[in-house]
């Protein structure tokens, strides 16, 4: 059984920086696209960053200039590079793996909690 691994949440105070990072428990073969998502409470899971495995990335907007997504293939490893945090950053943010062998399958992580507050 695959799992994901995620680390690098914690506390900050606003204006502050997080890195957070997610690896694969063991091989999980082709994996067509890293993500992360957040989910604050009474909100809905929300995508945050996404890069394919040509590292093309997208982003929330309202993360746009202040978070930066990559992923090391070779350690099957996302990485999320948080700063300029503020309030409204927090949340449990998990990393999803989309992979492809014969079918689509999603791996996710256990969850990390962000909490920005002064």
């Known amino acids: 059984q695959v799992q994901l691994v995620e680390s690098g949440g914690g506390s900050v105070q606003p204006g502050g920086s997080l890195r957070l990072s997610c690896a694969a428990s063991?091989?999980?073969?082709?994996?067509?696209?890293m993500a992360w998502y957040r989910q604050a409470p009474g909100n809905e899971r929300e995508l945050v960053a996404r890069?394919?495995?040509?590292?093309?990335?997208n982003y929330a907007d309202s993360v746009k200039g202040r978070f930066t997504i990559s992923r090391d293939n070779a350690k099957m490893t996302v990485f999320l590079q948080m700063n300029n945090l503020k309030p409204e950053d927090t949340a449990v943010y998990y990393c999803?793996?989309?992979?492809?062998?014969?079918?689509?399958?999603?791996?996710w992580g256990q969850g990390t909690q962000v909490t920005v507050s002064s």
């Open positions: 999803n793996f989309v992979t492809w062998a014969t079918m689509r399958t999603d791996y």
């Open positions: 063991r091989s999980t073969g082709y994996i067509a696209v």
């Open positions: 890069i394919s495995n040509a590292g093309t990335t």
